[in-house]
């Protein structure tokens, strides 16, 4: 599976970017979000269960990043608002590609993942 993000890019403080991951051919099931700073290791931001009633998010994102998804378009998307600079990172979409509706948020637990896209907060 192909996962495509789009969406980063530099932004000023306070402002607000949205990501979005997508396919096609396939079915998204479980996806998440994670992120990779420079000189530390990936983490989870947020993620979303099939259905799109569940949801996950780290807590330093919590009330700012808003994770959802259209099936119909086999797209997730992560909303983003009040950056921070430490929202700094390059952010990847994971996802399950294996019948699954629940939330997962651990990288062992996703089966694809997209190259990337980098979002740069700047202060």
């Known amino acids: 599976v192909h996962l495509v993000e789009s969406g980063g890019g530099l932004v000023q403080v306070g402002d607000s970017l949205g990501l979005s991951c997508s396919t096609s051919?396939?079915?998204?099931?479980?996806v998440g979000w994670f992120r990779q700073a420079p000189g530390k290791e990936r983490e989870f931001v947020a993620a979303i269960g099939w259905s799109g009633r569940s949801t996950a998010y780290t807590d330093s994102v919590k009330g700012r990043f808003t994770i959802s998804r259209d099936n119909a378009r086999n797209t997730v998307y992560l909303q983003m608002n009040s950056l921070r600079p430490e929202d700094t990172a390059v952010y990847y979409c994971?996802?399950?590609?294996?019948?699954?509706?629940?939330?997962?948020?651990?990288?062992?637990?996703?089966?694809?993942w997209g190259q990337g896209t980098q979002v740069t907060v700047a202060a």
């Open positions: 994971a996802a399950k590609v294996t019948p699954d509706l629940v939330v997962r948020t651990r990288e062992y637990e996703y089966e694809d």
């Open positions: 051919g396939r079915t998204l099931y479980a």
